[in-house]
């Protein structure tokens, strides 16, 4: 079945730096997307990508869709103890037999040190 | 107001038993999701109802039935509940299969 590769795993930083996290497939997916996910909580999506190439911002937060639709990355500038939490890619896959059906990466657990 | 809701927030039961997780969305989409988030944090697919019709039915136990009895609503049904169910369920739900919304979760402790 189709997987996500994500890196790093988990991350322990100092606040005020950048992060950047990714995640590869073998199989290509026609979205990506990340979300964050705060303890007792369910993911919030923070950036949906539609198109291979597509670079895009959410504040302090910046995704990019691979040109070969294999990949994706997230980088976070200067951050802050509330970007504390778990982050996944995801792959969304096309076709009608596949509708809106989500493959998950394993998770980046980020910790920030104030 | 809340977008995607669980009820129950948590749920500890015995083995053998049959219970139940309500999920209600009120965004108007027309496609709803159960998911599975074990202990490592991995989340996998269970569910997908679009406009009260099953379309994504992984490989999950026939112990767990999903009904969906309009489109707001996707309730779990669990019967003969087992220690490996012990789990975080989430409920989401999009519009036309795009970027999907979660619900809070709804931690389920079998014993």
């Known amino acids: 079945g189709q997987q996500l590769n994500q890196s790093p795993q988990s991350m322990f930083i100092q606040e005020g730096e950048d992060v950047s996290m990714n995640c590869t497939s073998s199989?290509?997916?026609?979205?990506w997307l990340w979300y964050k996910q705060d303890p007792g909580e369910g993911p919030v999506l923070l950036i949906a990508l539609y198109k291979a190439g597509e670079l895009t911002s959410n504040g302090r937060l910046t995704a990019q869709f691979g040109i070969t639709r294999k990949d994706s990355f997230l980088n976070i500038s200067a951050s802050i103890p509330s970007d504390v939490g778990i982050y996944f890619c995801?792959?969304?896959?096309?076709?009608?037999?596949?509708?809106?059906?989500?493959?998950f990466g394993q998770g980046t657990t980020l910790q920030v040190k104030p | 107001d809340t977008a995607v809701s669980q009820t129950p927030k948590y749920l500890v039961t015995q083995m053998g038993n049959d219970k139940s997780i309500k999920c209600e969305q009120n965004l108007g989409h027309d496609t709803m999701y159960w998911y599975k988030q074990d202990s490592k944090k991995f989340l996998k697919i269970m569910f997908s109802y679009n406009n009260k019709e099953l379309i994504i039915n992984e490989t999950v136990p026939n112990r767990f039935s999903p009904k969906s009895p309009d489109k707001a609503h996707l309730n779990l049904h669990i019967n003969s509940l087992e220690l490996g169910d012990s789990a975080v369920y989430f409920c989401a739900s999009s519009d036309r299969g795009l970027a999907q919304y979660f619900g809070p979760g709804t931690r389920l402790t079998v014993t």
């Open positions: 199989s290509i997916f026609n979205t």
């Open positions: 995801v792959g969304q896959l096309g076709g009608s037999s596949n509708t809106g059906k989500l493959i």
